[in-house]
């Protein structure tokens, strides 16, 4: 079962509407880019996703189970949530017990935790780090080491916000491996981000927000070839789909090795 937003609304402390008839759905495995303007709901959507926030009216259920129902720690057994700022969520001696925290706390068998933490270790690229302070390391890393306490969880979703943000060539070519290997495993990802780059290298298919609701869902081709949609959102169309729009080529393509492919 996925997680499955319907009519949700959601109100700022001071009244003012955050969200509203937000209707979206996420399926095991799906890569789900959310774009838009800051203001635009991104982050309220997501948070609703993994019961950091409750909604004022409509439903968010998650594998067929209301999120009203469940806590916040519940819920980060099946949705992980890796902020934008990684020093919000690490906050241990080295990077090894940041990994170890929360089997430690859940009191798992230490043959299930060093499995799920070797995992992470591989999927995130931290071997050579393990011993370290995380707060001596790049925020490229320290990124990572966020992604991957996340990972050492059994979650079946994987919220990720802005996780572009700070990294190098080397870092975008292991978040995308990483999102590869994910849906391997039928882990879902979604991604809030302003990186359009980013969204059409590794996402199939993105949310347009504006206003507090959801203004375009599908394919990328579709969202970044509509007009209305990006004025709408405020948000620019990627800059190979840019540019073979400028220069009257026949086709959607959003990579540089789709252009071959697509134009007849």
């Not at 997680?3 to 759905?25: K, M, N, Q, W």
């Not at 949530?81 to 706390?105: A, C, G, H, R, W």
Request: proline share 5%.
């Amino acid at each position: 079962m996925p997680i499955v937003l319907d009519e949700v609304a959601f109100d700022y402390p001071d009244g003012t509407p955050a969200v509203e008839s937000v209707s979206l759905h996420v399926k095991d495995g799906e890569r789900v880019a959310i774009v838009g303007q800051n203001g635009a709901g991104k982050t309220t959507t997501v948070k609703l996703m993994n019961g950091l926030l409750k909604p004022r009216s409509g439903a968010v259920t998650v594998d067929g189970e209301s999120t009203a129902n469940r806590t916040t720690a519940m819920m980060a057994q099946t949705v992980g949530y890796v902020f934008q700022n990684p020093d919000d969520q690490i906050f241990t001696s080295s990077v090894q017990s940041e990994l170890e925290y929360m089997p430690k706390y859940l009191r798992w068998e230490e043959v299930r935790r060093d499995e799920r933490v070797a995992r992470a270790v591989a999927l995130c690229g931290l071997e050579q780090h393990l011993e370290t302070n995380p707060n001596d390391l790049p925020i490229a890393i320290r990124k990572f080491i966020a992604i991957g306490a996340i990972l050492v969880g059994e979650c079946r979703y994987i919220i990720l916000d802005e996780p572009t943000a700070g990294l190098d060539v080397p870092g975008l070519r292991l978040l995308n491996s990483l999102i590869d290997h994910l849906q391997t495993e039928g882990i879902a990802v979604v991604t809030i981000t302003h990186d359009m780059r980013f969204v059409t290298e590794s996402f199939d298919r993105v949310v347009a927000m504006a206003g507090g609701t959801v203004v375009a869902d599908g394919p990328c081709e579709e969202v970044f070839a509509d007009d209305d949609v990006l004025k709408r959102a405020r948000i620019r169309r990627p800059e190979v789909a840019q540019l073979v729009r400028d220069l009257g080529i026949p086709t959607t393509a959003l990579r540089l090795d789709d252009i071959v492919h697509k134009i007849p």
